[in-house]
């Protein structure tokens, strides 16, 4: 299976950077592709309107939204997502590979979250829980389970 993470915003801690790319190096070795794609985070102003955060979140959705194809099995992670465990997080893989999805696409927005349209896009929404982790740790998180479905 091909995995590919498009996130909004960079790994700038080094410790962070090494745990992704181990996690990465397992992924490969059971004979899975994974790719991650960074997209810059749009500049927050310090008194942000409804209007400019419905700007931002376009801007970098769009980014992003440019990366996915038709036959991409498409996971958004989200607050208002589905909690589901690792071996539910493993039957959606093994549903998408049997469905004919050859890669499945999971998406992390920046600090306002992501775009409604790549919500409506995805296949399926995911919480990895109700409580709010910085975007690093996420990403880490996402390699891990991503390894543990594989």
Request: glycine share 6%; aromatic share 6%; with cysteine.
């Amino acid at each position: 299976m091909q995995y590919l993470i498009l996130c909004v915003g960079k790994i700038k801690d080094s410790y962070y950077r090494k745990q992704i790319e181990t996690c990465c190096k397992q992924i490969t070795k059971k004979q899975n592709q994974i790719n991650i794609m960074e997209f810059p985070d749009e500049k927050i102003p310090n008194h942000l309107s409804e209007k400019e955060k419905c700007t931002i979140l376009e801007k970098e959705g769009k980014k992003i939204a440019d990366q996915i194809n038709g036959r991409d099995y498409v996971i958004a992670l989200c607050i208002e997502g589905k909690e589901i465990t690792t071996k539910q997080h493993k039957q959606l893989i093994e549903n998408a590979r049997y469905d004919g999805y050859n890669r499945v696409v999971y998406l992390i927005g920046g600090s306002l979250g992501l775009d409604e349209r790549l919500k409506e896009r995805a296949n399926k929404k995911i919480s990895f829980s109700k409580m709010t982790f910085p975007h690093q740790l996420m990403r880490v998180v996402l390699c891990e389970e991503i390894d543990a479905v594989s």
